[in-house]
């Protein structure tokens, strides 16, 4: 799965701000896990971001570019949205 921007791929050698991508663990699992339908679960998602060593990146990803869709780094969009308001 790739949960990139459209038009961007995982380039190893890209330094840039969306080079942890290319570690992200989810581009070799299942998409639909993250993107669950409403009432879904997450658990399986949250359990291969929990294994994922681009997590911290891809949750500071998510909360900077306001993805309000899916799993990103462990959290479902109502636990983002809870932690932004928490941070704020
Ligand atoms: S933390 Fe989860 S959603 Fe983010 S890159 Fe890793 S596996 Fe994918």
Redesign the pocket.
């Known amino acids: 799965m790739w949960?990139g921007l459209p038009g961007t791929s995982p380039d190893p050698a890209d330094d840039g701000e969306l080079s942890?991508?290319a570690?992200?663990?989810?581009?070799q699992?299942d998409p639909e896990a993250?993107f669950p339908e409403k009432g879904g679960s997450t658990r399986d998602?949250k359990k291969?971001?929990g294994a994922?060593t681009?997590?911290a990146q891809?949750?500071e990803y998510a909360l900077e570019n306001d993805e309000r869709f899916?799993?990103?780094?462990?959290m479902s969009e109502r636990e983002r949205r809870r932690l932004r308001r928490r941070v704020v």
């Open positions: 949960i942890w991508q570690d992200a663990l989810c581009a699992t993250f998602a291969v971001c994922c681009v997590r891809c949750l899916g799993i990103w780094g462990g």
